[in-house]
């Protein structure tokens, strides 16, 4: 299965010590790490008593992948992120418009917000594109690859766009857009692309299938073949009943 590995320009964008949830969690501009090597808050939802009273927090990860040689059918897609420390939170993947929503623009700080369907004070159940579905608490890993099934609008616009542009954001409160309750820090870490300088060994990736025909033929990747002698591999199933 071919992988596609995420732009480094992927990265971190964060509000904190906000006076209130909504100030934190619909600012429309935070603090941008566009950099990070590694972070306890991929994902974060965040409150505190301050001396000046409650303080809020909340942590997004954006990072893009390159998609405009996928011209097939995508039959599966896994996205794949390298555990850091922090796991008592939760994590979801939805569609993003940052970077300039083509890929052609660095990370803003600005870009905090841009995520397809967003809506100040509004939860984002039903109104996002989701391309992953949430992770919980403890099931995520902190020290191997933690899968988050892609779903078909992922597989879809894999297909059909140049970039596939994804927000990773807390499920529970910042998704759903719930304010904390009590003085809490709930952290899923993630590595970004910048860990281990060229090396991938923990590098966000998406792990995909096309559909037909997902073989190599003659000692070329399957990746790399649209069509055997005229036919769209997405119409192949067997090669002389292989």
């Known amino acids: 299965m071919p992988d596609l590995y995420s732009n480094t320009d992927d990265g971190q964008i964060f509000v904190n010590n906000a006076s209130s949830w909504a100030g934190a969690r619909d600012a429309t501009a935070g603090t941008l790490t566009a950099t990070a090597s590694g ?27 390159d ?27 939805v569609k993003s418009t940052a970077f300039g929503g083509d890929g052609e623009t660095a990370l803003q700080s600005t870009d905090f917000n841009n995520i397809s369907g967003f809506s100040a004070g509004s939860s984002l159940d039903g109104s996002a594109t989701v391309y992953a579905p ?16 892609g779903t078909s609008d992922l597989k879809t616009d894999m297909q059909n766009d140049d970039v596939v542009i994804i927000c990773f954001m ?43 025909y ?29």
């Open 39 to 65: 972070s306890s808050a991929f994902t974060s939802a965040r409150r505190s008593t301050g001396r000046s009273g409650l303080v809020y927090g909340v942590y997004r990860s954006f990072m893009y992948f």
């Open 67 to 93: 998609t405009s040689s996928i011209t097939s059918s995508v039959a599966s897609a896994t996205i794949k992120i390298y555990g850091f420390s922090g796991n008592d939170g939760s994590i979801i993947a």
């Open 134 to 149: 949430q992770i919980l608490t403890t099931n995520w890993s902190t020290t191997a690859y933690n899968s988050m099934t």
């Open 170 to 212: 807390d499920y529970t409160h910042d998704y759903l857009n719930s304010a904390l309750t009590s003085d809490l820090t709930l952290n899923i870490g993630g590595q970004y692309t910048e860990f281990g300088g060229s090396s991938t060994t923990k590098d966000p990736y998406i792990e995909y299938t096309l559909a037909g």
């Open 214 to 242: 997902g073989n190599n033929v003659n000692g070329v990747a399957a990746a790399n073949i649209s069509k055997v002698k005229g036919v769209a591999t997405a119409s192949i199933d067997k090669i002389i009943g292989v």
